[in-house]
């Protein structure tokens, strides 16, 4: 019976487990939301057929028809892929990036990483264009010359600098016969004896002569049956010039029209060329066997492309991502992982678990970059893109620079628009766009009717949205949840055309408002209460005593944490209103607090400027700044817990725009000017009592080795866990809403195999709880 009870145990837990664990992903782990949509180079590896993108990797695994992504989350060492290529003698894919690192992808599919070039200091065009492969060794094409790469000893085996007098050279692409390496460059084609043991010796590479353009600007150069292939290209050109020597000179490839020419392969006796617009096939007489210019209904718009060794031919499309083609061009399926539509990120939200993001934003002037129009979210780890072709509402308007999800409904929507309004989503579908005329936001004062440019949005106790007005008379409006429509507030002369990008409402009703800081207006933070019974509605804060005592010359940032404090992030770090509730009242000022740094005491963060504030469900600070990256403080301010960039962990950029977290499960999302990635915290948001309490995994099996959490908890409940018999083997106090255990006693080993009890309560002991956890070591 009690065995029978036990496997009832393991079977409920299980499913329970697996409803929550099929998503997501697990505490103190990232994963990258970058897009997959465009692919720029396909390689094929050990049953793989790998795709590059302009950040990142996927590969496509036939045997199983799975696809799979490698970032700097899984492996990889950067970030911005400029070309990958198979060395089949040693069996690796070189992977290369534009800020020219190297990693080394071997058969057990493990990365060795090459940063030698990306260190040294390299006067010029510091890049790699491609790579080609002969022998043990990878040959990159570089901004400056020529670096060959040792792959059986991973190191840096020689430079050219095939230039003029050894100059620096652009080299596009390299070939090789079995007499001679050849290399396209910006200034014709070069080549030297591929058993010339002083090939780092620039006498001994040696310009063409002949060619159509013998100084030309030549992108590709590619050996098949014996022929060398060289393709022309000139900046702002419609066609290139591609070529073949035959028969004792150059004619052109294909005698029929072409376009812009991206990548050559061939596979045995056939050549794939990918054009512009279509990819075609060519036999060993450069006669053509086939074209693909459509997938059917769509397009094909092919940057690299090979036949497989499987007789399907892969392209790396610009908006398609791997397209697998078979049936002599007429079957096609698409393969991608599941990513963000951009990696532009300026704002985002999120609710409920619903993250909604916007890519605008504004220039150093705060000026129009004239950006289309888009809207994007991530509901139920699918990405869902809002844009004029298929919400025309919104195509007259350009450069989305703020979300804000309805607390209440995260179905609804408000996206702000720094040229015509604000942009209300009700469930998918555009049901207003909110401008002059039908609401009280105002026209800009210096561009006029019908620019009307509306920032951050945000939601009070009573559940009114207040938006913010730049550079009109009147800067901030509410839309009130009464139904009786919209109210503009003026904030006194000195605020009238300001321009103001962000604001927040805290839980005293105050608006604080950023406005841009000019020589025509000092401050850099208005805070605003209409409901004030001191008759002071508006205070103005800036730098001094008594005027707000804020660092810096420039505030970016602005959130209130869980106790009712505020926090601002400047120029020069961050400075605290510890009694925001009289900021107005009682003209209370910022003060910067100081924190211990291995004995070093210093204004916190005061060498930095703090774009991005986030408060976790532990009050704990995400701070994301412009050149460190992340950091995570403790409630107060006075801890480190943890500070990420992009040298110490998958954080793809030490730049960071704005920072979401989720209240469902606490991962945090970073948006950066190089994508979207996001952290798996430890701390979720507390309740006033325990509510829908659960373990996971659970059961706990043996191969795993990460945090068992205990979530749905009263907030900053203590928890102890103990065994069957009572013995307590571990407790902590939740962080938030969670708790986590490692599974290890007190002594730091594992703790043994069974059911352990999870006593929960919280301060005051009213509310309790117990639950179980199922180990199986």
Known sequence: MKKNLILFLITCLSYSSFSVMSQGVGIGQWRDHLPYDYATNVAEFKGYVFASTPYSLFYYDKEYSSVHRLSKVNGLSDLGVSDISTNDEMQMLVVAYTNTNVDLLRSDMTVYNIPDIKRKEILGNKVINSIMNYGNCAYLSCGFGIVVVNLERKEIKDTYYIGPEGSYINVLAMAHNDTAFFAATESGIYYADIDDPNLAY?????????????????????????????????????????????????EDLDPLPTELTYSLRSTDDELVVSYKG????????????????????????????????????????????????????????????????????????????????????????????????????????????????????????????SVTVDPQDPSKVYAGSWWRGLVELSSG??????????????????????????????????????????????????????????????????SQGNDVLKMIVDSYGQKWLIPRTTQ?????????????????????????????????????????????????????????????????????????????????????????????????GANRKWIGTERAGVFLLSADGQEQIFHFTEDNSPLLSNSITCIAISDENGEVFFGTPKGLISYRSTATPGGDTNTDVYAYPNPVRQDYTGPIAIKGLVSDASVKITDVDGMVVYETRAEGGQATWDGRNFE???????????????????????TKIMLLN
């Open 202 to 250: 620039f006498g001994n590479w040696h310009k063409m002569p002949g060619v159509p353009f013998p100084n030309g600007h030549y992108n590709l150069v590619y050996v098949f049956n014996n022929h060398l292939i060289i393709n022309h290209h000139e900046e702002d050109a419609t066609e290139d010039g591609l070529y073949v020597y035959r028969d004792g000179g150059w």
């Open 278 to 401: 279509f990819v075609k096939a060519y036999d060993a007489n450069f006669t053509e066997t086939l074209k693909i210019y459509t997938y059917g209904s769509s397009n094909v718009a092919p940057v690299d492309g090979l036949l497989g060794k499987d007789g399907n031919y892969w392209i790396a499309d610009r908006s398609k991502g791997l397209a697998k083609v078979w049936g002599g061009g007429y079957d096609n399926e698409f393969i991608k992982p599941s990513g963000a539509p951009t990696a532009d990120i300026f704002d985002m939200d999120i609710r409920g678990g619903d993250l909604w993001l916007v890519p605008g934003g504004i220039t150093g002037t705060w000026d129009n970059t004239w950006r289309t129009a888009r809207i994007f979210s991530f509901i139920d780890e699918s990405w869902t893109t809002y844009d004029p072709w298929n919400t025309p509402a919104i195509d007259t308007l350009r450069d989305m620079v």
């Open 429 to 494: 579908v555009c049901t207003n766009v909110f401008g002059i005329g039908n609401s009280s936001l105002e026209e800009h004062l210096l561009a006029g009717p019908p620019v009307c440019k509306t920032g951050k949005s945000a939601y009070d106790s009573e559940h009114n949205l207040w938006v913010v007005n730049s550079g009109a008379e009147d800067i901030l409006s509410v839309y009130r949840a009464d139904g009786s429509g919209w109210q503009a507030y003026n904030l006194g002369s000195a």
């Open 520 to 616: 025509s207006n000092s401050n850099f933070i208005y805070v605003f209460d209409e409901k004030s019974t001191s008759g002071r509605t508006v205070r103005a804060l800036r730098s001094g005593e008594g005027f707000g005592n804020l660092p810096g010359t420039t505030v970016f940032a602005v959130a209130e944490d869980l106790e009712g404090e505020v926090w601002v992030g400047t120029d020069e770090g961050v400075a605290i209103f510890y009694n925001a509730g009289g900021v107005i009242s009682d003209n209370i000022d910022a003060e910067k607090p100081l924190v211990d740094f291995d004995g070093y005491v210093q204004y916190l963060l005061e060498t930095e400027s703090v774009k991005a504030i986030a408060v976790d």
């Open 748 to 770: 730091g080993r594992k703790a043994n195999s069974g059911i352990y009890l999870v006593f929960i309560t919280d301060s005051t002991g009213d509310n309790k709880l117990v």
